[in-house]
């Protein structure tokens, strides 16, 4: 046997000693190895999103090689999206990864009635930094109800498409509207997570989010945010309110003992004065929508009808849900978040401006408007 000379042993040592060190520090934590999934993921084409569905109510499967040092919310970006608007969600993601998620790695979760192709998976895969999953809606989440009268429907239809009313014809997105309402929280993928962050195709992020805003909601005890809110266009749901009246009279135990009925009615609710949040930008927690309070009024709300026989939309049934069985200061207006969704954008103001290095132009914000309703919840409850 050839002798092997003991100072080759302490090379050796040396060396495993070194590479230890090495592998440790370029992972950022050096009581934990560097796996072989945090190795791969250092590759740039490791980008393959994930289209198997986690078992429900399991905790979010999120690998160790996209771990941040914070300590994170269980929460997750949602977005309900089409393969033809690919280079509209590409554009959205790269500005929430550049201002956010780039520091955080949250995982995002794309829902389609269809199959995202492999074209879609792969350029979104490429962008974010985070893991994907792509989800198929289910039917019956998706599709018009048979309950429902077509030919009243379609009456309906052709009376809104008459007045002009934007999407007045549109059944895809009464589907879309009655799906955000009260289905995209019941998504197999969604099961894992307790907080979102809708993203919508084409929107824009103008300021670096500097801190984390699914942790501030946890902590603040928070139950829904936004930026934008507006008054809705009446035509559109001119029986909603009085829907939701026959609701509050049936189920009076749902409402928070201390909800923002105020930002809703000038009158102490006889009237709905129209204002809303503007859902395509929405920070919550689905405990609230998974609530019996919240099921309860949606089934009540779907049982009516309305998202078809009139055009309810998503945004008015989750301010009022909101509003109604959240305390009000459960709901928080995310004002130094600068983002867009055309027509109308939030830019931050003054020190918030400043601190988030924006680039939308402080005089041009929608927020405070005479069509936005944030002055006034800033009145009632700031």
Known sequence: MTHFPTRYYFVCVSIVIFLHLSFSFWKGDYHTPPSISYLAGKWPLNTKGRDQEPVPGSPASIPHSYAHSHAKANATFVILVRNSELKEIVESLKQIEDRFNRQYHYPYVFLNEEPFSEEFKRWTGEIISSPAYYGLIPREHWYQPDTIDEARAARMRHALQADDVIYGDSVPYRNMCRFNSGFFYKHPLMQQFRYYWR???????????TYDPFVFMEQNNKTYGFTISMYEYERT?????????????????HLAPDNAMRFLSDDGGNTYNLCHFWSNFEIGDMNLWRSKAYTDYFDFLDANGGFY???????????I?????????????????????????????????????????????FTYEGYSCTSRWDRLYV
């Open 309 to 319: 026989y009139e055009r309810w939309g998503d945004a008015p049934v989750h301010s």
């Open 321 to 365: 849900g909101a509003a109604l069985f959240s305390s009000k200061d459960q709901i928080h207006f995310f004002k130094d978040i600068g983002y867009r969704h055309e027509p109308f954008q939030n830019c931050p103001q003054g020190n918030d401006h400043r601190k988030g290095k924006c680039w939308c132009e402080e005089k041009d914000s």
């Open 237 to 253: 749901i001119p029986s909603l309110w009085t829907v939701t009246k026959e609701f509050i009279r049936r189920h009076p135990e």
């Open 199 to 209: 993203v919508e195709p084409g929107v824009k992020f103008f300021c670096d989010v």
